[in-house]
């Protein structure tokens, strides 16, 4: 499965809902996560895709409710087994909040103006990719070269 896949295009994500992501009026998407045996709720931020919307809410959900969450989450591949669950909401919510914003921030390299017309990713245009990367960071050279970023650094 390519990791467009895996993720979907963002064209499609209007059409498919995450678990626990939602799409302000203005276009952005947003998440938070109840904290488990409390009322309380945990904001995990805002985002430009609703794939990193939902990687955010599947950390937060991972880490506070450990595997037996893993039947609810988005993307259950992406979870590390590495993952701590002995976080506090705070560092739960810094840590959710770090992946989502990875996500975002390989997004913008790869549908940049360069990669999209002739870059390295090759993307097809009108916002789709046909190479998302791993969330692990490890997509290729040409992914180090433009960001190198992983969820791992975060956790």
């Known amino acids: 499965m390519s990791n467009s896949e895996e993720f979907g295009s963002p064209s499609s994500a209007a059409k498919k809902k995450y678990r626990g992501v939602r799409q302000r009026k203005w276009g952005k998407w947003v998440t938070e996560i109840r ?26 959900s991972y880490c506070l409710s450990g595997g037996a969450s893993l039947g609810m989450l988005n993307f259950p591949h992406v ?26 921030a390989q997004f913008a390299v790869q549908t940049s103006p360069e990669n999209v017309n002739g870059g390295s990713h090759g993307g097809q245009g ?30």
């Open 126 to 155: 009108g916002g789709q990719m046909e190479d998302w990367g791993n969330v692990d960071g490890n997509c290729g050279a040409s992914c180090e070269e433009a960001l190198n970023i992983s969820i791992d650094d975060y956790l």
């Open 35 to 60: 904290v488990p045996g409390t009322t309380d709720r945990l904001w995990l931020g805002s985002y430009a895709t609703a794939e990193a919307a939902a990687v955010a809410h599947d950390i937060a």
């Open 79 to 104: 979870i590390s087994s590495n993952l701590r669950t002995d976080l506090s909401p705070r560092s739960v919510q810094k840590a959710a909040s770090d992946a989502g914003l990875a996500i975002d």
